[in-house]
C-alpha cells in the first residue's frame, strides 16, 4: 500500500505561480509512475504531467509550456512546478502512483493504483 499526500496548493491571480509537491510512502518509489491530475465539479479527472519511472516526463497540450513535473527519488517527493496560471487551471489536483508494468496507460486515471487526497487550485482573473 502506498500513501500519497499532496500540499501546496491555495488562491493565486492569474499570471502566478504555484508548487505542489506530492510524498509517497514506501521504499519503492522509484518503481512508480507519478502523475497529477485534476478535476473540477461536474467534469471527469483529467491528466496534467506525468513522471515515468523510466525518467521520461509527459504534459497534457494545456498545461505543456508552463507546468513542470519533477521528482525526488531521495526524498520520495514529486513536484508540479505550475507557472503562468489562468483561471481555468483551477481545480483540484491530485496526485497519483502506477504500479510499473502495470497494465494501461500514463494519462489515464482509470489505470492509476494510489491516490492522495487532492489538494485545491484556485487562479482569480
Known amino acids: 500500500q502506498v500513501h500519497l499526500v499532496e500540499s501546496g496548493g491555495g488562491l493565486v491571480q492569474a499570471g502566478g505561480s504555484l508548487r505542489l509537491s506530492c510524498t509517497a510512502s514506501g521504499r519503492t518509489f522509484r518503481t512508480y509512475t507519478m502523475s497529477w491530475f485534476r478535476q473540477v465539479p461536474g467534469k471527469e479527472r483529467e491528466f496534467a504531467a506525468s513522471?515515468?519511472?523510466?525518467?521520461?516526463?509527459y504534459y497534457a497540450d494545456s498545461v505543456k509550456g508552463r507546468f513542470t513535473i519533477s521528482r525526488d527519488n531521495a526524498e520520495n517527493t514529486i513536484y508540479l512546478q505550475m507557472n503562468s496560471l489562468k483561471p481555468e487551471d483551477t481545480a483540484v489536483y491530485y496526485c497519483?502512483?502506477?504500479?510499473?508494468?502495470?497494465?494501461?496507460?500514463?494519462?489515464?486515471?482509470?489505470?492509476?493504483?494510489?491516490w492522495g487526497q487532492g489538494t485545491q487550485v484556485t487562479v482569480s482573473s
Open positions: 497519483a502512483a502506477k504500479v510499473r508494468f502495470s497494465s494501461g496507460s500514463y494519462d489515464s486515471s482509470r489505470d492509476y493504483q494510489y
Open positions: 513522471s515515468h519511472w523510466t525518467g521520461s516526463t
